[in-house]
Antibody, heavy 118, light 106 residues
Framework: QVQLVQSGSEVKKPGASVKVSCKAS????????INWVRQATGQGLEWMGW????????GYAQKLQGRVTMTRDTSISTAYMELSSLRSEDTAVYYC???????????WGQGTLVTVSS | DIQMTQSPSSLSASVGDRVTITCRAS??????LNWYQQEPGKAPKLLIY???SLQSGVPSRFSGSGSGTDFTLTLSSLQPEDFATYYC????????FGQGTRVEIK
């Protein structure tokens, strides 16, 4: 069965970076785009960007340009999302999501809580 | 960026009620509109894609309609497991989510 398993919770200080992993199983990793979506506590969903898992092409939300980087390691079917220059406003649960057709997500990771606090 | 406005932001309803949630896009998005359900502490779950197509495994009491800028999610007969938060999402130009509609028990 298809699964996206994310890395565990992180606590970071302001100005630091965090790298969250998303390991895919149960399907051909390079056949689908991976998107990242975050959700601050009690807030709505915010799209962060996408990555073509086959060729590594990426597209990022304008507000995160310059701070977010999405990469992958096809040998281990894992996608990564790195966010730098962390601020308290980046405290959120971060989800990876498999995009089956344009904009349509059929599988999500379980979420990774990133807390930014001094 | 395309803005998505959902209404209402919350509603109270009883089991068996018919519930309607609307989503308006700031520009035409064709039928590039999906609906998700999210329970507390869980990842979102796809309900409707392409504005009106039911995702496999989702009960038929969920339905979607609309095109262009105005969309609707309807739950024909609310069940206990349907009390959750619902989000619309446009995928016409990158992605944007609505702010969510929380469906609570009356």
């Amino acid at each position: 069965q298809v699964q996206l398993v994310q890395s565990g919770s992180e606590v970071k200080k302001p100005g630091a970076s965090v790298k969250v992993s998303c390991k895919a199983s149960g399907y051909s990793f390079t056949s689908y785009d991976i998107n990242w979506v975050r959700q601050a506590t009690g807030q709505g969903l915010e799209w962060m960007g996408w990555m073509n898992a086959n060729n590594g092409n990426t597209g990022y939300a304008q507000k995160l340009q310059g701070r977010v980087t999405m990469t992958r390691d096809t040998s281990i079917s894992t996608a990564y999302m790195e966010l730098s220059s962390l601020r308290s406003e980046d405290t959120a649960v971060y989800y990876c999501a498999r995009e089956v057709v344009t904009g349509r997500v059929d599988y999500w990771g379980q979420g990774t809580l990133v807390t930014v606090s001094s | 960026d395309i803005q998505m406005t959902q209404s209402p932001s919350s509603l109270s309803a009883s089991v068996g009620d018919r519930v309607t949630i609307t989503c308006r896009a700031s520009q035409s998005i064709g039928n590039y509109l999906n609906w998700y359900q999210q329970e507390p502490g869980k990842a979102p779950k796809l309900l409707i894609y392409g504005a009106s197509s039911l995702q496999s495994g989702v009960p038929s009491r969920f339905s979607g309609s609309g095109s262009g800028t105005d969309f609707t999610l309807t739950l024909s007969s609310l069940q206990p497991e349907d009390f959750a938060t619902y989000y619309c999402q446009q995928s016409y130009s990158t992605w944007t989510f609505g702010q969510g509609t929380r469906v609570e028990i009356k």
